[in-house]
């Protein structure tokens, strides 16, 4: 069965500094997606970015960007010149490959709260 | 437009009582799920639906039955509330067959307390 897992419970950054957010997987599959998504206050969850695991290069949405190590299983987001608002609960998933039902599975890692200082 | 709508966003009700809820999408995805939030923001999922068919059933105890109207409406009933269903439960769709990305689209969550 696949895993994911984030070892940092927390972490802190100053604004406009830049914060690494880790996640390693576990999964003998060849072909899945990966995300990250944003749980502010609010509650609401927010798709950050998306990579696919055929794609070698890393996905980048403007000052989120991703180092995705294939064979290390490894998927951490970057968040560059943090800004206030990016405080929030952070939460990688990942898409399984088809379920026979031709449907899939997604699997979310248990998060990382991230705080911005001012 | 909201794409994934919930009611209620929150709920308190007594120990013992059946409550219900709402989940609708206006996306045309043909896959919708029910995740369970606790208080340690664990998010785990609890059921999917794929047009109107159960696809997965994670464990969950028989007092919590889901049902699926059509594609685009996912409810959950909870009977004989427990102390420890207290979470927030949410809401996700996504399209499954035919697409090119398919992240999920959430809900707002619906906070329920058992007193």
């Known amino acids: 069965a696949q895993t994911v897992t984030q070892s940092q419970p927390e972490m802190s950054v100053q604004e406009a500094e830049t914060v690494t957010l880790s996640c390693t997987y576990d999964?003998?599959?060849?072909?899945?997606?990966l995300f990250w998504y944003k749980q502010p206050p609010s509650r609401q969850m927010i798709l950050v970015i998306r990579?696919?695991?055929?794609?070698?290069q890393n996905a980048t949405e403007n000052r989120f960007s991703v180092n995705f190590q294939k064979a290390a299983k490894s998927f951490s987001l970057k968040i560059s010149d943090s800004q206030l608002g990016d405080a929030a609960m952070y939460f990688c998933?990942?898409?399984?490959?088809?379920?026979?039902?031709?449907?899939?599975?997604?699997?979310f890692g248990t998060g990382t709260r991230l705080k911005v200082l001012a | 437009d909201t794409a994934v709508s919930q009611t209620p966003k929150y709920l308190v009700t007594q120990m013992g009582n059946d409550k219900s809820i709402k989940c609708e999408q206006n996306?045309?995805?043909?896959?919708m799920y029910w995740y369970k939030q606790d208080s340690k923001k664990f998010l785990k999922i609890m059921f999917s639906?794929?047009?109107?068919?159960?696809?997965i059933n994670e464990t969950v105890p028989n007092r919590f039955s889901p049902k699926s109207p059509d594609k685009a409406h996912l409810n959950l009933h909870i009977n004989s509330l427990e102390l420890g269903d207290s979470a927030v439960y949410f809401c996700?769709?996504?399209?499954?067959?035919?697409?090119?990305?398919?992240?999920?689209?959430f809900g707002p969550g619906t906070r329920l307390t058992v007193l």
């Open positions: 996306l045309g995805h043909d896959t």
């Open positions: 639906y794929n047009n109107k068919e159960l696809i």
């Open positions: 999964t003998s599959e060849s072909d899945y997606y």
């Open positions: 990579q696919e695991a055929y794609k070698q």
């Open positions: 998933a990942y898409r399984s490959g088809p379920l026979t039902s031709g449907t899939y599975k997604y699997i």
């Open positions: 996700a769709s996504s399209q499954d067959r035919g697409a090119y990305y398919n992240e999920q689209f």
